[in-house]
């Protein structure tokens, strides 16, 4: 049973040109993450929704944005991606009061930009 | 801010034992997660800890000092299918829980 759920799997796009990529959770859990990933790296820390209040980290670039529409679905935009945004993008969510808060990650979306 | 420190790579043999440590320094200390990671994949969560002490759980477990900053993941029986990289990561105290990730262990099982 897939429980956090990104698509696509794979993303190629071109230098400068828009992308979305989307998640979506069956979890209903209150808190969504984006992280992104570079080889051999830590996973980083974009941004985290908890219910609709967005928090963006300090050093998270503007070419990225967040959308939540509702309690389900969570979008990643990348406005003007440039070659050093290629990654492994996680999506992940947790929720308050669980045991351990764990985070439950996607699949993840690795993004190619030409 | 959180740093996280753990060893880049080991290398252990199939039925062995392996021990991944991971020292840390935090502004503030709600948890201790272990996730694993194959690679191109997602990583799953393995254990977490808030108190000191050891928390088993099959073939995996893993301890935590928070006097002294450090945890360990223990795996046992080694599998071919653990090869994989080992990831600790420290939860802030405050806010929205926000993880900080260390950069991950790479775990080679040989026959």
Redesign the interface.
């Given at each position: 049973d897939a429980m956090v759920i990104q698509n696509p799997r794979y993303q190629v796009t071109q230098f400068g040109k828009p992308v979305t990529l989307s998640c979506s959770q069956t979890l209903n859990h209150n808190v969504m993450y984006w992280y992104q990933q570079k080889s051999s790296q830590a996973p980083k820390l974009l941004f985290h929704y908890y219910d609709k209040d967005f928090n963006n980290e300090a050093d998270t670039p503007d070419n990225f944005q967040s959308r939540r529409p509702n309690t389900s679905f969570c979008f990643l935009d990348i406005r003007s991606p440039g070659l050093g945004d290629a990654a492994m993008y996680l999506c992940a969510t947790s929720s308050l009061g669980g045991w351990g808060e764990t985070q439950y990650f996607g699949p993840g979306t690795r993004l190619l930009v030409l | 801010g959180q740093n996280?420190d753990q060893p880049t790579e080991m290398t252990a043999t199939e039925g062995a034992i392996v021990q991944i440590n991971c020292t840390y320094q935090t502004s503030g200390f709600n948890?201790l997660?272990w996730y694993q990671q194959h690679a191109?994949?997602?990583?799953?969560?393995l254990s977490?800890n808030?108190l000191d002490g050891l928390e088993e759980k099959g073939r995996f477990s893993s301890f935590l000092s928070r006097s002294k900053g450090y945890s360990y993941l223990l795996l046992k029986e080694l599998q071919m299918k653990d090869s994989a990289s080992y990831?600790c990561a420290v939860?802030d105290q405050g806010g929205?829980?926000?993880?900080?990730?260390?950069?991950?262990t790479?775990l080679q099982v040989i026959p």
């Open positions: - | 996280i948890g997660f191109g994949e997602a990583p799953t969560f977490y808030v990831l939860r929205y829980q926000k993880v900080t990730f260390g950069i991950g790479k």
